[in-house]
């Protein structure tokens, strides 16, 4: 599968930003998508995934109540709604997939093998 990330752009904090995966190939159902953010100077990390199937969701604590995850397969496309955004919430963001992804595994990095090629969040002050 093929991804590509759009949506980012510059925001002012308390705003909001809806970013999009959107995918190529076969079986989008199939996979579980997440998206990862890195800052400048910072490691990449989870900021939340939907699970194939069921469509279960996850969050990290920092975006808890902030960001909503969703995806609509018809459209083979993810989203990642982002409210009251902060200036910590600068980064660029990845959308990532992998195929029948293990419950365990559904945050962890290095489980998901299809990366998209980032896009910029700036958040403003």
């Known amino acids: 599968v093929q991804l590509q990330a759009s949506g980012g752009g510059l925001v002012q904090a308390g705003g909001s930003r809806r970013l999009s995966c959107s995918a190529s190939?076969?079986?989008?159902?199939?996979?579980?998508v997440a998206w990862f953010r890195q800052a400048p100077g910072k490691e990449r990390e989870f900021v939340s995934a939907?699970?194939?199937?069921?469509?279960?969701?996850y969050y990290d604590d920092f975006v808890k109540g902030r960001f909503t995850i969703s995806r609509d397969n018809d459209k083979k496309t993810v989203y990642l709604q982002m409210n009251s955004l902060q200036p910590e919430d600068t980064a660029v963001y990845y959308c990532?997939?992998?195929?029948?992804?293990?419950?365990?595994?559904?945050?962890?990095?290095?489980?998901?093998?299809?990366w998209g090629q980032g896009t910029q969040v700036t958040v403003s002050s």
């Open positions: 939907v699970k194939y199937g069921v469509g279960t969701t």
């Open positions: 190939g076969r079986s989008f159902i199939n996979y579980t």
């Open positions: 990532a997939a992998a195929n029948c992804l293990h419950d365990d595994y559904d945050t962890v990095e290095r489980y998901y093998n299809f």
